[in-house]
Protein backbone atom coordinates (compact mmCIF):
# COMPACT_ATOMS: atom_id res chain seq x y z
CA UNK A 1 0.00 0.00 0.00
CA UNK A 2 0.93 3.50 -0.99
CA UNK A 3 0.28 6.34 1.52
CA UNK A 4 0.51 10.22 0.21
CA UNK A 5 0.63 12.88 2.89
CA UNK A 6 -0.05 16.56 1.00
CA UNK A 7 1.05 19.59 2.82
CA UNK A 8 1.06 23.42 2.35
CA UNK A 9 -2.36 24.48 1.53
CA UNK A 10 -3.59 27.67 2.79
CA UNK A 11 -5.69 31.15 2.74
CA UNK A 12 -3.75 33.97 0.87
CA UNK A 13 -4.60 36.41 -1.46
CA UNK A 14 -5.06 36.36 -4.77
CA UNK A 15 -1.52 37.13 -6.96
CA UNK A 16 0.20 35.42 -4.34
CA UNK A 17 2.25 32.12 -3.85
CA UNK A 18 2.19 28.70 -2.18
CA UNK A 19 3.76 25.76 -2.74
CA UNK A 20 2.12 22.08 -2.13
CA UNK A 21 4.08 19.27 -1.11
CA UNK A 22 2.97 15.22 -1.09
CA UNK A 23 5.64 12.43 0.18
CA UNK A 24 4.55 8.98 -0.57
CA UNK A 25 5.29 6.33 1.78
CA UNK A 26 4.91 2.32 1.90
CA UNK A 27 5.22 0.34 -0.80
CA UNK A 28 6.43 3.02 -3.53
CA UNK A 29 8.40 0.42 -5.84
CA UNK A 30 6.10 0.48 -8.62
CA UNK A 31 5.23 3.67 -8.51
CA UNK A 32 6.60 6.28 -11.81
CA UNK A 33 4.25 9.04 -12.14
CA UNK A 34 2.52 11.62 -9.80
CA UNK A 35 -0.61 14.58 -10.34
CA UNK A 36 -2.05 16.75 -8.30
CA UNK A 37 -5.50 17.34 -9.04
CA UNK A 38 -7.88 19.58 -7.14
CA UNK A 39 -11.73 19.69 -6.92
CA UNK A 40 -13.68 23.31 -5.98
CA UNK A 41 -17.26 23.03 -4.21
CA UNK A 42 -19.67 21.94 -6.91
CA UNK A 43 -17.27 20.75 -9.45
CA UNK A 44 -15.83 17.61 -10.51
CA UNK A 45 -12.43 16.87 -9.55
CA UNK A 46 -10.16 17.33 -12.44
CA UNK A 47 -6.11 16.69 -13.13
CA UNK A 48 -3.51 19.81 -12.85
CA UNK A 49 -0.41 18.79 -13.73
CA UNK A 50 1.26 15.75 -14.24
CA UNK A 51 5.34 14.17 -13.46
CA UNK A 52 6.93 11.22 -14.92
CA UNK A 53 9.69 10.06 -12.41
CA UNK A 54 11.89 8.40 -15.49
CA UNK A 55 12.34 11.58 -17.85
CA UNK A 56 10.81 14.28 -15.36
CA UNK A 57 8.31 15.18 -17.74
CA UNK A 58 5.36 17.66 -17.26
CA UNK A 59 2.18 17.93 -18.36
CA UNK A 60 -0.58 21.13 -17.36
CA UNK A 61 -3.91 21.27 -18.12
CA UNK A 62 -4.00 24.96 -19.34
CA UNK A 63 -5.50 26.91 -16.71
CA UNK A 64 -2.56 26.79 -14.88
CA UNK A 65 -0.23 26.99 -17.70
CA UNK A 66 2.61 29.23 -17.23
CA UNK A 67 1.24 29.63 -13.56
CA UNK A 68 2.06 26.15 -11.55
CA UNK A 69 5.19 24.24 -11.62
CA UNK A 70 5.37 20.31 -10.38
CA UNK A 71 8.74 19.37 -9.47
CA UNK A 72 9.97 15.93 -7.64
CA UNK A 73 12.58 14.87 -5.24
CA UNK A 74 12.71 11.43 -5.91
CA UNK A 75 15.07 10.75 -2.91
CA UNK A 76 12.59 12.36 -0.71
CA UNK A 77 10.07 10.52 -2.80
CA UNK A 78 8.19 13.78 -3.00
CA UNK A 79 6.68 15.77 -5.47
CA UNK A 80 6.02 20.00 -5.39
CA UNK A 81 3.44 22.23 -6.76
CA UNK A 82 4.68 25.60 -6.63
CA UNK A 83 1.84 27.74 -7.71
CA UNK A 84 2.27 31.59 -8.77
CA UNK A 85 0.19 34.47 -9.47
CA UNK A 86 -2.75 32.67 -7.72
CA UNK A 87 -6.42 33.67 -8.96
CA UNK A 88 -9.83 33.06 -7.22
CA UNK A 89 -10.75 30.69 -9.18
CA UNK A 90 -7.76 28.49 -8.11
CA UNK A 91 -9.66 27.52 -4.75
CA UNK A 92 -10.29 24.32 -4.33
CA UNK A 93 -9.16 21.17 -2.43
CA UNK A 94 -6.02 20.15 -4.04
CA UNK A 95 -5.06 15.90 -4.06
CA UNK A 96 -2.03 14.21 -4.78
CA UNK A 97 -2.08 10.88 -6.54
CA UNK A 98 0.43 8.37 -7.62
CA UNK A 99 0.29 5.78 -10.41
CA UNK A 100 2.84 4.04 -13.39
CA UNK A 101 2.85 5.35 -16.22
CA UNK A 102 0.35 3.99 -19.56
CA UNK A 103 1.96 5.12 -22.17
CA UNK A 104 1.65 9.16 -22.12
CA UNK A 105 -0.47 9.37 -19.49
CA UNK A 106 -0.54 8.59 -15.69
CA UNK A 107 -3.64 6.56 -13.90
CA UNK A 108 -4.17 7.69 -10.43
CA UNK A 109 -3.95 4.29 -8.09
CA UNK A 110 -3.21 6.09 -4.77
CA UNK A 111 -4.80 9.06 -3.30
CA UNK A 112 -3.33 11.41 -0.66
CA UNK A 113 -6.11 12.98 1.65
CA UNK A 114 -5.88 16.50 0.34
CA UNK A 115 -5.16 19.97 1.37
CA UNK A 116 -6.80 23.08 0.82
CA UNK A 117 -6.24 25.97 -1.10
CA UNK A 118 -8.19 29.24 -0.63
CA UNK A 119 -8.00 32.54 -2.93
CA UNK A 120 -9.07 35.66 -1.75
CA UNK A 121 -9.42 38.95 -3.66
Known amino acids: QVQLLESGGASVQAGGSLRLSCTAS????????MRWFRQAPGKDRGGVAT????????IYTDSVKGRFTISQDNAKNTVYLQMDSLKTEDTAMYYC??????????????WGQGTQVTVSE
Open 97 to 110: AAGRKVRTTCPPLH
Open 26 to 33: GFTNGINC
Open 51 to 58: IFAGDGST
